[in-house]
């Protein structure tokens, strides 16, 4: 059974906090702190209309500023679940890391050999690495900041097939060594390329937050 704490007198006029929030640090560096209020439906109706995102709340030396907020259904005493945001000593430092994913490609090319055209496909297996940069800037971004890995670390093959049709419908099946011609016509490249990139507004601050992910891969 949930007790709801409406304040020492029943004051109906304001809203209640119902738990002593405590500040968090997410990923980001970010400190996000979250209450919950309660009170009347009317005052709660009211509470409501008067939130803009940005909002301040100063809580133990911090200043906090509302993100959002999700209502709490209940026919008595109402409520709304509040997010903030804050900075205890500005934006966090950039920040990187690095790992290692099991990836794949394939490529197909048309090789002419000996006056015959031949159908040829490649597929690999191999291990590529990716960077998350997490980073804040004080103007919105219109694309990504970086694009590549923070990292020496080549692409490493797990393994490789080759299939050559011919032109009577013969299939040959390489695992390794394949003719140079067909090989070099399916070569692939190590490239670095920006396959993610997010950011996020923090109300209330001059910050965006945002997340770019670079991946080297074969192309």
Not at 4 to 31: C, L, R, W
Not at 74 to 88: A, E, N, S
Not at 144 to 167: K, M
Not at 201 to 214: E, K, M
């Amino acid at each position: 059974m949930s007790i709801t704490y409406i304040g020492s007198s029943g004051d109906k006029a304001v809203m209640h906090d119902q738990f002593q929030p405590m500040p968090e640090q997410n990923e980001f560096g970010v400190e996000v702190l979250t209450r919950e209020v309660r009170g009347t439906v009317a005052t709660c109706q009211s509470f409501v209309k008067s939130l803009t995102h940005g909002l301040p709340y100063a809580f133990a030396g911090v200043n906090f500023f509302l993100q959002g907020w999700q209502a709490i259904a209940d026919p008595v005493f109402p409520g709304v679940r509040l997010t903030y945001k804050g900075f205890k000593s500005g934006a966090p430092k950039d920040k990187s890391r690095t790992e290692s994913v099991a990836m794949s490609a394939n490529k197909g090319a048309t090789v002419t050999s000996g006056g015959e055209e031949l159908t040829c496909t490649k597929d690999a297996q191999y291990i590529g690495h990716q960077t998350t940069y997490d980073y804040f800037v004080t103007s919105k971004p219109d694309g990504a900041r970086y694009s590549a890995v923070d990292s020496s670390l080549n692409v490493v093959y797990l393994n490789s097939r080759i299939n050559v049709t011919d032109s009577t419908g013969k299939t040959t099946t390489y695992v390794g060594n394949a003719p140079s011609d067909v090989a070099t016509a399916l070569s692939l490249t190590e490239t670095d390329t920006t396959t993610g990139f997010t950011f996020e507004r923090i109300y209330g601050t001059p910050y965006f937050q945002c997340q770019d992910v670079v991946t080297r891969m074969l192309t």
